[in-house]
């Protein structure tokens, strides 16, 4: 049984930073994939990140363009934790952020929103 729990949302000011986490349950198979979503008031959800836990312990990503070099997506296998890092925050980086997983490959934002079986509820994150 595969549970996905975010937290670490809020409001911060536009340039600061915050840092999401995802706690990830169940089978490490059906979550090798974990992607971040968002999706703000009256919009369709996107893609944001995107690793895959490769075979070969390197770590792919994929990230959306408008945070390539602003959002980093990172894992704990040990803790079953994976994390999204966020700088030079936006107000358009306004949204509910959610993370997503499966057993996916390739492991990317549009792969993960089409074929991810599991959702996280979200976590609020408020940019002004």
């Known amino acids: 049984h595969v549970q996905l729990v975010e937290s670490g949302g809020g409001s911060v000011e536009a340039g600061g930073s915050l840092t999401l986490s995802c706690a990830v349950t169940?089978?490490?198979?059906?979550?090798?994939?974990v992607a971040w979503f968002r999706q703000a008031p009256g919009k369709e959800r996107e893609g944001v990140a995107a690793?895959?836990?490769?075979?070969?312990?390197?770590?792919?990503?994929d990230y959306a363009n408008d945070v390539r070099g602003r959002f980093n997506i990172s894992r704990d296998s040990e803790k079953n934790m994976v994390f999204l890092q966020m700088s030079s925050l936006k107000p358009e980086d306004t949204g509910t952020y959610s993370c997503?997983?499966?057993?996916?490959?390739?492991?990317?934002?549009?792969?993960?929103?089409?074929?991810?079986?599991?959702w996280g509820q979200g976590t609020q994150v408020t940019v002004s």
């Open positions: 997503a997983a499966g057993p996916i490959r390739p492991c990317t934002v549009v792969t993960t929103k089409r074929l991810a079986p599991y």
């Open positions: 169940g089978p490490t198979a059906s979550t090798s994939c």
């Open positions: 690793m895959h836990r490769s075979d070969h312990t390197r770590n792919y990503t």
